[in-house]
């Protein structure tokens, strides 16, 4: 961290305002919604329009940015958080509220949307040296991790506190709905500050597929790896934490006080295993430290259903957690460096939306396992075979292609 530039302690704010604000919305969200006047119905689908509009505009933007400017790309982000927040303020229009989820930047769930994320990424693969990129990634993904945490707390909090005064709920709601709209606000004064040191240029080319996405050189690198993280994602989305939370449920009982400290346990060691992956990484190289790490991840995964007393299946749920975030920035780190410096905001961008898809698709089958006693545990099993499946297509398609820090 000790080479990072004032851009990048910009990007590093930029990320810890945008999520606190998403944690800080999204304790309160469906509650201020439920108080405007929505149906649960509703609700569900302005989610969904969210989440499906979020995804859409980021595919765009990100794709565009390293040829139309990142700063103009994450102002716009920026903008559309701020039209969201503000919409969903002042109205109560259902159909005001679908534009306003569809067009705007909305995170319901607390976690990153929008085209912040890959933008900022391929700014600061190009910001930081190689040999430091992976140990700023994970010191980035941390810093997320902790903001979400504080800002869930204080949005929270203060719901609470105006409720204890009196206020009426839907008011209550209301200021933190507008808070969220400030913070994009807040947001956007960081990203004015951003220097041209963050822009690249690009060299214009022939009109093609991989070209209107942003890619030119690097589409065949893009597009595999796409596959594999879609494929990854798809596993992954089998065991969502509140899947994982309503096994414990059921399976041995557990209560919501319990799982909330076994999940809280969960994350603290995943955070810190993201940071153990920078060291791990500078001894073995980012493929090996993505796969190596994984594949003993993904066995406990499908060792936690058969256990057969609680307290063993959560030492084998922490245990996995100790070591199943290593991959996220060396993930993150080598997708960055394998890509031309002109195409890393488009080659985040389309990898994360891959992803993004991918884990989509999963919970809906998974919810009908889970509706059965005798295939309760079968999610873990699916989920972990397919990463297998994943970590081995990964180490043979390009354990031989080597980031600039690992070449020679």
Known sequence: MSGLTRDGYLLFGARAARLFAYGFLSVVLVLYLDQAGLTTPQVGLL???TLIGDTLISLWLTTHADRAGRRLMLLAGAGL????????????NYLLLIAAATIGVISPSGNEVGPFLAIEQASLAQLTPDRSRTQVFAWYNLTGSFATALGALCGGGLAQALLDTGVEPLHSYRAVVIGYALMGAVLAGVFTR???????????????????????ESRGVVFR????????????????QSIVAFWFHTRFGVQPATLGAIFFAANILAGISALLAARVA?????????VFTHVPSNILLLLVPFAPVLPLAIALLLLRFSISQMDVP??????????SPGERSAAAGI??????????????????LLASSALLGLPFVIAGSLKLVYDALLWRSFRSVKPPEEQG
Do not use: C, H, K
Request: hydrophobic fraction near 55%; charged fraction near 10%.
């Open 225 to 240: 790896l796409s596959a594999l993280f879609a494929l990854d994602a798809f596993a992954g989305g089998f065991v969502v």
């Open 47 to 49: 989610l969904t329009l």
């Open 330 to 339: 060396t993930r993150q780190s080598y997708t960055m460096a394998v890509v």
């Open 194 to 216: 951003l220097s041209p040191a963050v822009e690249v240029a690009v060299r214009p080319g022939p009109e093609t597929l991989g070209s209107r996405l942003g890619l030119s």
């Open 351 to 368: 990898t994360g939306i891959a992803r993004t898809t991918g884990a989509a698709l999963a919970p809906v089958i998974a919810g009908r």
């Open 81 to 92: 958080m701020i039209f969201a927040g503000i919409l969903f303020a002042v109205t109560r």
């Open 282 to 290: 500078a001894r073995i190289g980012l493929i090996n430290t993505m």
